[in-house]
């Protein structure tokens, strides 16, 4: 198992941007892809971005794509979502995850979860 731990999240006015980030440990950090996912009160949770073990590929939600840019340090560690032209319709609840066998935007794959980092973005 790797355990992970998100930060970055606050309150940002509509058009800002914010950088979360996500530290893995407890496993080599390079076997895992790595997603993003957020939840908003009443809503089911969604994907919006993934990044596979070596860095060659990405894939983003259609609502955020053009905005939001996923990334990763393997040296550190550590998963980025890079949230620029925020929108209300962005708050949420935003957690990382991490799958040593499967790359994509299917929640149920990625068995490895933080605890969440609360957005919202202010009108």
């Known amino acids: 198992q790797v355990h992970l731990v998100e930060s970055g999240g606050g309150l940002v006015q509509a058009g800002g941007s914010l950088r979360l980030s996500c530290a893995a440990s407890?496993?080599?950090?390079?076997?895992?892809?790595m997603g993003w996912f957020r939840q908003a009160p009443g809503k089911e949770r969604e994907f919006v971005a993934a990044?596979?073990?070596?860095?060659?590929?990405?894939f983003y939600a259609d609502s955020v794509k053009g905005r939001f840019t996923i990334s990763r340090d393997n040296a550190k560690n550590t998963v980025y979502l890079q949230m620029n032209s925020l929108k209300p319709e962005d708050t949420a609840v935003y957690y990382c995850?991490?799958?040593?066998?499967?790359?994509?935007?299917?929640?149920?794959?990625?068995?490895?979860w933080g605890q969440g980092t609360q957005v919202t973005v202010a009108s």
């Open positions: 995850a991490a799958s040593d066998s499967y790359y994509g935007r299917m929640s149920v794959m990625y068995s490895n």
């Open positions: 990044i596979n073990w070596s860095v060659t590929s990405t």
């Open positions: 407890g496993r080599t950090f390079s076997n895992y892809a």
